[in-house]
Nanobody, 124 residues
Framework: VQLQASGGGLVQAGGSLRLSCAVSRRTFGNYVMGWFRQAPGKERSSIAAISWSGLITYYADSVKGRFTISRDSAKNTVYLQMNSLKPEDTAVYYC??????????????????WGQGTLVTVSS
């Protein structure tokens, strides 16, 4: 397994969670790493992304000001700190390798470049 995500769980609205994604840097060093989520019955949506240099970040409008993406290059780990969680944040969250397209980030289509997904449930 080359991307190992963890940190999901059940939290009340207004609470916080931190997701972690351990990455094989040898495989994914040339990509922009990020997170996307998919709720039941909804399309996949990009959430946040970060370059390995840390100089480039991307956030979806829906999470700006609440979520923070970071990376620890020494540990080859990408984090997603999620604060002020809302019920509409409930979804399976995936870390993935991807690319920037203009001002947006999208994961690669090949799911070999995704982690296994971790469920985040926010209760009201």
């Amino acid at each position: 397994v080359q991307l190992q995500a963890s940190g999901g769980g059940l939290v009340q609205a207004g609470g916080s969670l931190r997701l972690s994604c351990a990455v094989s840097r040898r495989t994914f060093g040339n990509y922009v790493m990020g997170w996307f989520r998919q709720a039941p019955g909804k399309e996949r949506s990009s959430i946040a992304a970060i370059s390995w240099s840390g100089l480039i970040t991307y956030y979806a409008d829906s999470v700006k000001g609440r979520f923070t993406i970071s990376r620890d290059s020494a540990k080859n780990t990408v984090y997603l700190q999620m604060n002020s969680l809302k019920p509409e944040d409930t979804a399976v969250y995936y870390c993935a390798a991807g690319r920037l397209y203009g001002s947006d980030w999208w994961p690669l289509e090949d799911d070999d470049y995704w982690g296994q997904g971790t469920l985040v449930t926010v209760s009201s």
